[in-house]
């Protein structure tokens, strides 16, 4: 298949991993990847914020970017971020609508159809569960809010995670649980979001793993700067990295950041 990647803007900026490995796999598998060069922001930030005339240009500018994929140029469009994949799936239409712009709407809806978070491509779209992957590691998930709620991808990550070879898969306690970010929730309501996030931090830490993993990496930010204050053992990796992990090009867990590391991201 030829694939298109919107990579995510949390991802451009500071986690490049998911994406490339997003390509890396699915190279692996076979498919040709594209990356437009014009693509920015899905406009899910200013929508969830409540700039809903702001978010209309940058809604307009994905959907241009994209919407090759209607003429057959790619077969699909991949996002490794459930949380993008969501609002372009049930947020930008209706952005569009309210800016009274009908043929923009329809050619958004039409390109969202085309969209798939990285579990739903592999699993719905190629029939793949077993993806050749190799990662004897001890890892716990988080499935994200958006991915489970506003998606609905239910099991696609652990049928991915159960089939590679040498992994440690434990069970995450209270795993649907939210870990607090939600985005700028974490800024205004820090306290709740913090609160949650001790949560999460304990259950993830209860499970003795090397690694926690999700399929978004706003969430992982979160999380793992959770983890880090603790200077818990445990790190975060994207679903992505684990998946795009060979016995020949084997990936391993990033070292554990400490409270006061100077490349350490999180929100408080």
Known sequence: MRIALAATCVADALFPQAPIATVKLLERLGHEVHFP?????????????GYLDKAVPVVKNHVETFKPVLDDEWDAIVIPSGSCA?????????VCDRAGLPQLSATATAVAARTYELSELLVDVLGITDV?????????YHPTCHSMRMLGVGDKPYQ????????????????????GFGGTF??????TSSAMLADKVANVESTSAEVVSAGDYSCLMHIGGGLNRKGSRTTAMHLAEILASTREEPATPPPALRAGSAVEVTTR
């Not at 969501?86 to 209706?94: P, V, W, Y």
């Not at 974490?186 to 306290?191: C, Q």
């Open 86 to 94: 969501g609002s372009i799936k049930h947020q930008q239409a209706m």
């Open 186 to 191: 974490a800024v205004k309501n820090s306290d």
């Open 160 to 179: 991915l995670l159960r089939a590679v070879e040498g992994i440690d898969l434990v069970e995450l306690p209270d795993e649907k649980q939210c870990c």
């Open 132 to 140: 050749g992957a190799y990662f004897p590691h001890r890892v716990t």
């Open 37 to 49: 060069a014009s693509q920015t922001c899905c406009g899910q930030m200013h929508i969830n914020t």
